[in-house]
């Protein structure tokens, strides 16, 4: 894969290649000329889709529908959404999906044709068998949260290059996975927007002139809000992003900034950056989509439309670009653009994201745990909105950190990090967590 | 040059090289093992500068001070201001100079220490007799207007890489100039900031990806001018760029937005990109360089300080950079970046650039050509500010464009083109004329 631009002389000099000479004949007998009009390889890359029916994984698709001669969907894992996941199933046709568990395996089969013979698995193994399928070229990984981290670690073990959506698994095993990566030789390619910003913003570029990465925040909706106002925030206006349409949990990481302080620990592992060189800037307009600064002052950004579909489609033919429909990136219209630096004082999880980072081993695991536990919370409306990063620190203060050892050291941290923030919760309750 | 990047392992894996083996002796006796520590190659990169008094030369001055392990200064070549030229021969002892006729060099001889041994050279020849001298890495071509044509061309047939200031070079004999460099294998570096920044975008990236490339432009002084003040602007007035510090010709091409058209016919020549691909925002913060749009949608832009001394770093020692001293870019300060649509009604030197390069041929050489003479003559208060477009538009409508020969050719239509603009002037006189 990926030598798209080379198909064409190379294609050719293979043609123009002539037959080895009869050795009983005078060589230049056999020679064969062939004149090439036009070669036309078929280059396609068959790709398994973790977290098919979520918000990444429906744009990937729409890359995939757009683009149908360049990509085989091979194989699909999803949670609990079969509804959704049986229609993918029609339209794309895949060998292999995988559910949450057996309950929802189950309802799948009821709503898909009978006499079909797809192979439907469950649970953690069934999604790691997706991801590590005979054929698979390219792992998209946008699983939310830990349950992410097993099938995306199988893959790279496996030799499969990532592109990666799942930022929990750098977050909370960033060491484990860039090892195994550099073990494998494997790509990991990001798509989140502000990383894959960064990574072609970084192309050409020598890495010792890197001064400093810089990554833009929407800022949230309440972006401008006093903290009195702030408390009392409910889940419905926290769920209104101003720019990107995404899912419920990274939604409410971007009310909070603990999305920004997720993707700084993730740039940080990613790109092997120290994470007091990587620096944040509130852009409420989403468009520069992050920065990379070098050691001669010069700046190199990437923007966009706010489309999640860019960063997607890059991830899958880098170093390729895909044409992609929509609007193109209209600056006289947009007018302006603005910056602030980020305040830590009312969104103090960008400050926890950093202190986790600075810490390292298995720090960072327990920030993005107890998030988890405290997002769901205050989703049920068991926790209000400024109580998120208190549960957070919490957590962060009771747990004495260690260098991370394995998976299972990794797991095992997250689900302490788990129970203990849920205890924080039940036992605090509402009032004292705010 | 330019292999910076590997100085280490290169050097490292020479000096562990093993001595041939002497003939007598069996060979494992014979190897030498030498560790090395730490491998410190000064590899020193000769410059000769073509416009040294000019703000180009004193910012490419500026950076060699800077820097003085990594540069040393061949030669100099300069016009008229030999004051400024012998305090930079004082400070960087280049072998050999030129100014612009013998009278100048008379001066500059006496202003220079008694017993100087430093050969001094004049005119067309002298500056292409520094651009071609013996030893010379680089040549920064910092000439101001078609002067720089010729010891620019000379540099690139001797093999010499330049570092481009000189946009007439381009604009005027284009074709000429890029036939000669890819004859030669010669690398042109652009030192304009917008051009520096489409390289910089362009870094790592597919050409057959590239969609548009986008030159921004501050606008200039005049920028929200309604069109009957722009007809009273005095010389005054339009020296006053509102980010730049540049000489009197561009900062005047600035404010007729004459400037921006220059580099778009500049860009087309060096990018090989078609002039209706190329696309101009004002952005009056002169922050955002230029953009490169890519079909995907991805937009990679180049951004900075306005400051002349990062884009020649970058052109002198591409693809490495070099630190530089000055305040990093902050966004967050800069607060906010706004664009706009250029606006061809008032400003109609962008319309005629594009014009120009649709046309093709010799065109873009009367189009420059007409825009120096009218430039000199609004300086000198003969024409009106809004004179200038017009001359140049009535030069360019009375040319039959022909395809480029050769250099005699571009010199035969630059005077032509000069001597017509200039009668236009005398015998129209100011008045109709504005």
Known sequence: MGWGGVIGPQARRLCYKPLAPFP??????FFLQVRVESVKMEVVKNLAILGATGSIGQSTLAVVAEHPQEFRVLGLAAGRNVELLAGQIGQFQPGLVSVQ???????LRELLPSGNT???LAGPQGAAAVATAAGVDLVVSAMVGAAGLEPTLSAIQAGIPVALANKETLVAAGSLVMAAAREKGVDLLPVDSEHSALMQALQGQRREDVKKLWLTASGGPFRAWPADRLARVTPAQALRHPNWNMGAKITIDSATMMNKALEVIEAAVLFGVPVDRIGVYIHPQSIIHSLVEFVDGSVIAQLGVPDMRLPIAYALTYPRRLPLSGPPLDLGQIAQ???EEPDVERFPSLRLG????????????VLNAANEVAVAAFLEGRLPFLGIPR?????MGAHTPRPI??????LEVNRWAREYAQRLIEEKGATNLS
Chains 1, 2 share one sequence.
Do not use: C, K, S, W
């Open 118 to 120: 797809l192979q439907i």
């Open 101 to 107: 568990d057996e309950e929802a395996a189950g309802r």
């Open 391 to 395: 549960v957070v620190e919490e957590t």
């Open 337 to 339: 653009l603005t910056f």
């Open 354 to 365: 950093y202190e986790a980072a600075r810490t390292g081993g298995t720090m960072p695991a």
């Open 24 to 29: 009983n004949f005078p060589p230049h007998h």
């Open 405 to 410: 050892q394995d998976l299972a050291h990794v």
